[in-house]
């Protein structure tokens, strides 16, 4: 369990100088708890937690507080809330296909354009939401998908060729072993997409 410090005084306290609340599978940073607990919380909103308060000259209490959750990012994401419609239950199973689409992929040495674009396309479906909480370089590759997909798209449909390197960084940075890789990395670093 996390747990973090408060000044409030909850009610039945006196002489309290230190208060600890412990989240009881919550989520959040919030000013009724008085501390900053992200590691659980998903998106943006108002949250009601399960917190324990232990004060130094009380027993432990438990009740319900409203927390407010706010994620805030200086890098804007290159991608819109509209095309974010893959249920997750669906991004389970592309994950399993992704799997046979990177066998083929190292056969063949390169992803085709249409296969970029798909890549990057459920790397937004899978992290859009968490957005605010992924690191500024993890946001960043999330960025430089979208410019890349584009890039792809646009010259598949024009019908004119990519340089080789093109394809062998696509390969590299987006392909399908790339998309699984991306979500290991975010599970090691707090960010569970499942």
Same mark, same amino acid.
């Given at each position: 369990?996390?747990?973090?410090?408060?000044?409030?005084?909850?009610?039945?306290?006196?002489?309290?100088?230190?208060?600890?609340?412990?989240?009881?599978?919550?989520?959040?940073?919030?000013?009724?708890?008085?501390?900053?607990?992200?590691?659980?919380?998903?998106?943006?909103?108002?949250?009601?937690?399960?917190?324990?308060?232990?004060?130094?000259?009380?027993?432990?209490?438990?009740?319900?507080?409203?927390?407010?959750?706010?994620?805030?990012?200086?890098?804007?994401?290159?991608?819109?809330?509209?095309?974010?419609?893959?249920?997750?239950?669906?991004?389970?199973?592309?994950?399993? !296909?992704?799997?046979?689409?990177?066998?083929?992929?190292?056969?063949?040495?390169?992803? !085709?354009?249409?296969?970029?674009?798909?890549?990057?396309?459920?790397?937004?479906?899978?992290?859009?939401?968490?957005?605010?909480?992924?690191?500024?370089?993890?946001?960043?590759?999330?960025?430089?998908?979208?410019?890349?997909?584009?890039?792809?798209?646009?010259?598949?449909?024009?019908?004119?060729?990519?340089? !080789?390197?093109?394809?062998?960084?696509?390969?590299?940075?987006?392909?399908?072993?790339?998309?699984?890789?991306?979500?290991?990395?975010?599970?090691?670093?707090?960010?569970?997409?499942?």
């Amino acid at each position: 369990m996390d747990k973090g410090r408060g000044s409030d005084t909850p009610q039945g306290t006196q002489n309290t100088t230190s208060v600890s609340y412990r989240t009881l599978g919550g989520i959040a940073q919030g000013a009724d708890a008085s501390y900053h607990w992200r590691s659980h919380a998903v998106t943006n909103g108002t949250y009601q937690i399960k917190v324990q308060v232990i004060a130094t000259n009380a027993e432990p209490a438990q009740g319900l507080a409203t927390v407010t959750v706010e994620f805030r990012s200086a890098i804007p994401p290159l991608m819109v809330s509209p095309l974010i419609f893959v249920p997750r239950n669906i991004s389970l199973l592309v994950i399993i !296909g992704l799997i046979f689409a990177g066998i083929v992929e190292i056969r063949r040495g390169h992803v !085709g354009r249409p296969g970029i674009a798909l890549n990057v396309f459920f790397l937004w479906q899978l992290f859009f939401e968490y957005w605010a909480r992924l690191p500024n370089w993890f946001q960043v590759y999330l960025d430089i998908g979208s410019v890349v997909a584009v890039i792809a798209l646009i010259s598949y449909f024009k019908r004119f060729s990519l340089p !080789g390197q093109f394809y062998n960084m696509a390969l590299i940075g987006f392909g399908s072993f790339s998309v699984i890789a991306a979500v290991i990395v975010s599970y090691l670093i707090g960010v569970s997409v499942f």
